[in-house]
């Protein structure tokens, strides 16, 4: 009786999960401030610079360049598509929040592709890394988007850097699992020739891996942008700007006009990104 008592109590003790954390977002706060300091600041200065750059030109401009964009990674169809959707998001006046939004996935996108391809490839020859990462990732794609805000409000405070710090971390897990995919896809007579024919292994992975995988590459591209786009809205919440920024707005005011018009900018963005960086 004493031992059945005593599993009660200890099933119905709460684990102060909610004070370990704290204490140690606190300790990381204290002890790593420069570093976190130091990449929010890179973070800052690739957002503002991308968006320095799309509106540097005339509004006709950009658009005339994403539809010949368009054009040569597609076809004539799309760029008139391109062309078309983005002249409407410039006629109801939602320019400004797309170009905030188009430089924070795309600083988002480089991000998670400069870490994320790497980590598929060591994960595609490393049985260890493989391994841990795989219960990671699962988690990472598993948990609500929602989640991802509360550890970068924590670190980083309100503002566009938190929401594309959590956007990476969001958008990061289909570049390792695609990278990973493609290269186990490979042909592995293909690559046993390569070693017969003397090849290192920088060599087999540039000439014979990364080429096979290209395919399964390109869609964890296109799914990470399209994570990217929706974690970017979503992350108006913590004070980043953009579309998500007016469509949040309609939402607290009910101002249906507004929420339409915002939200027929994400959807053509959307859109845009899907047909040029998916596959036919």
């Not at 020859?125 to 970068?152: C, E, G, N, W």
């Amino acid at each position: 009786m004493i031992k059945v008592n005593n599993i009660i109590q200890l099933l119905t003790t709460k684990i102060p999960l909610g004070s370990w954390v704290e204490n140690l977002v606190n300790y990381l706060i204290n002890n790593f401030s420069g570093p976190l300091d130091g990449f929010a600041n890179i973070i800052e200065l690739m957002v503002e610079n991308f968006e320095a750059i799309l509106a540097y030109p005339h509004p006709l401009i950009v658009i005339a360049l994403f539809a010949l964009l368009a054009w040569k990674l597609k076809n004539y169809k799309m760029s008139i598509f391109v062309a078309l959707g983005l002249g409407l998001v410039l006629n109801i006046q939602m320019w400004d929040p797309l170009l905030t939004t188009l430089a924070s996935i795309i600083t988002s996108v480089v991000v998670a592709l400069v870490v994320g391809i790497p980590i598929g490839i060591i994960k595609a020859h490393s049985k260890v890394v493989d391994l841990i990462t795989r219960p990671i990732l699962d988690f990472m794609q598993t948990i609500p988007p929602f989640v991802y805000l509360i550890p970068a409000l924590m670190f980083f405070g309100l503002g566009t850097v938190s929401g594309v710090i959590a956007t990476v971390v969001f958008a990061i897990a289909p570049p390792i699992r695609l990278t990973y995919l493609g290269i186990q896809q490979v042909d592995s007579e293909l690559k046993e020739a390569g070693h017969a024919f003397g090849a290192n292994w920088w060599q087999i992975l540039l000439k014979i891996e990364l080429p096979g995988a290209m395919p399964s590459i390109m869609m964890g591209i296109n799914q990470c942008i399209m994570l990217s786009l929706s974690m970017v809205v979503i992350a108006a919440m913590i004070g980043a700007g953009g579309l998500g920024k007016p469509v949040l707005r309609s939402l607290s005011v009910v101002d249906i006009g507004l929420g339409f018009e915002a939200g027929l900018g994400v959807v053509i963005i959307a859109m845009v990104l899907d047909r040029m960086f998916g596959r036919e």
